[in-house]
Nanobody, 123 residues
Framework: QLQLVESGGGLVQPGGSLRLSCAASGFILDYYVIGWFRQAPGKEREGLSCISSSGDSTNYANSVKGRFTISRDNAKNTVYLEMNSLKPEDTAVYYC????????????????WGQGTQVTVSS
């Protein structure tokens, strides 16, 4: 059974940083594209970033470009999302999800999801 588990969320002040992790179990992460998404209260789930299976290709939504960095360590079966210069509007539950074979920012195109980790940006 494919399982993804997010961690690293928490409360951070505006301008601060967090690193989220997405750990995979039950499958070899090497073959999968991983996307990061978030959902704020009352809003639709939003695609933020995705990374190819090899890690050679990444892309970002305009809302996080230049502030967030996605990376992966296939040896650890883990994908990361480094978040810098955080803003109150970044407050949301953050999710990772898997798909094959290409990156996508569309929620409907992802097959397996983690349970999410809360990120709150507030002073």
């Amino acid at each position: 059974q494919l399982q993804l588990v997010e961690s690293g969320g928490g409360l951070v002040q505006p301008g601060g940083s967090l690193r989220l992790s997405c750990a995979a179990s039950g499958f070899i992460l090497d073959y999968y594209v991983i996307g990061w998404f978030r959902q704020a209260p009352g809003k639709e789930r939003e695609g933020l970033s995705c990374i190819s299976s090899s890690g050679d290709s990444t892309n970002y939504a305009n809302s996080v470009k230049g502030r967030f960095t996605i990376s992966r360590d296939n040896a650890k079966n883990t994908v990361y999302l480094e978040m810098n210069s955080l803003k109150p509007e970044d407050t949301a539950v953050y999710y990772c999800a898997s798909r094959m074979p290409y990156c996508s920012h569309y929620v409907r195109e992802y097959d397996d999801w983690g349970q999410g980790t809360q990120v709150t940006v507030s002073s």
